[in-house]
């Protein structure tokens, strides 16, 4: 085994500096759950990362429904929420349900009586920019209804309106003692039916971890990582002995066999979406892989901190 690498964290590509802030939290003497979780707030409270909390696109009606869990390594134990409005750090809610609740997953509006009784501020999460591209995705979803675009706007060359995010950052926290946490926080697919919930706030699909192997995420299409149960597949793997880039490479697969069965694969048997996995092991070891070329990771430990190439099994440009 190669030398530990002391505290280590790794995330989506959105989370430089949340992988940054985590791991100074972990050299603080803060526990990985919490660490990962102070990582993830910049993000949260940021109004331009429109994936994730304040700011997130919002569903068709317009409403913002947030997904968020975290998970604790030396405790085995997990927290979530799901389809929660109005809370901006939906992560440091699903905190509270595994510590002060003998729960697992709250959703909506008992998610969000729970935030308030423990003092958690009610906020409009809708900012100026993602109520504008949500009104444009709206109005120009027919041409025989009563809703008219502007006609010359510049919210309409805004390419979110193109690929409907489904944004989402997974950060995955390692201290120099080999202990874990992760969470996982994302305003879920944009536009989306209200009350859909994507793997993110799903223990064994957005994120999971053991304190004795790992620990793991996803992001991009959420469907998919909850049909292959992603996050605790790639776990399972490195409990196998696969290397943490093998392991998402060898669920990466079997979500592609798994999409040529479901109708999301396209007539050359290749997804019509994209799913980045994340791994991170016992031995401070760490890998990426998504089903298209070109995916971004962050990294942060002793040396810095860094964006890393992942891999892959597609090459993107070849859609
Ligand atoms: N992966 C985030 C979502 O699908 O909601």
Known sequence: MAADPGARCIASDNGVAAVATAVAAMSAGA??????????????LDPEDNSVGYGGLPNEDGVVELDAAVMDGPTHRAGAVASIRNIKTPSRVALQVMRRSDHVLLVGEGALRFARAHGFVEESLLTEKSRKLWLYWKETLSATDDWFP????????????????????????????????CTTTTSGLAFKIPGRVGDSPLIGDGLYLDNAVGSAGGTGRGEASILACGAFAVVERMRAGRSPLDACLDILSRV???SRKNGNADGNGRPTFNL???????????????????????????????????GHLFEATAR
Do not use: M, W
């Open 276 to 310: 980045s996995l994340y791994a991170l092991a016992k031995d401070g070891s760490y890998g990426s892989a998504s089903l298209l070329a070109g995916c971004k990771f962050a990294v942060a430990d002793a040396t810095g901190t860094r964006l890393e190439t992942g």
């Open 150 to 181: 502007p006609t010359d706007d510049e919210i309409a060359r805004d390419p979110v309106l193109k690929r409907r995010p489904t944004g989402t950052i997974h950060l995955s926290a390692r201290n120099a003692a080999g202990d874990f946490g």
């Open 256 to 258: 592609v066999d798994q």
């Open 31 to 44: 526990a990985p759950v919490d660490a990962a979780v102070a990582g993830v707030n910049l993000n949260e």
